[in-house]
């Protein structure tokens, strides 16, 4: 089992910046790929980030490409999500989000409960 537990959204105006925690206990060892989500009202949750685990391969989604930045610790088993310039588009819930795989089990995948980000003016 992998729980997940985000922290750092809040509201911010627009060009401004935030900084999510994705703080993961339990089988850590078993999860090979993180990701952020986010969902904004009245749309579907979408990717936003990836990495790997290990080598830490990063992915992006073409609208936060250049502004977020995912990464790890993995001392500290936390991921975060580094989000500049932020924009009003970007105001949603984040979500973290992992896939697991572990040998003689079906892949599983793990939710946070969310951290809403709202830029605002």
């Known amino acids: 089992q992998v729980q997940l537990v985000e922290s750092g959204g809040g509201l911010v105006q627009p060009g401004g910046s935030l900084r999510l925690s994705c703080v993961i206990s339990?089988?850590?060892?078993?999860?090979?790929?993180m990701f952020w989500y986010r969902q904004a009202p009245g749309k579907q949750r979408e990717s936003v980030a990836s990495i790997t685990a290990g080598a830490g391969h990063t992915h992006y989604r073409d609208s936060v490409m250049g502004r977020f930045t995912i990464s790890k610790d993995s001392a500290k088993n936390t991921v975060y999500l580094q989000m500049n310039n932020l924009k009003p588009e970007d105001t949603a819930v984040y979500y973290c989000?992992?896939?697991?795989?572990?040998?003689?089990?079906?892949?599983?995948?793990?939710w946070g409960q969310g951290t809403q980000v709202t830029v605002s003016s």
């Open positions: 989000n992992a896939h697991a795989l572990k040998i003689g089990a079906p892949p599983a995948e793990y």
């Open positions: 339990g089988d850590a060892a078993v999860i090979n790929v």
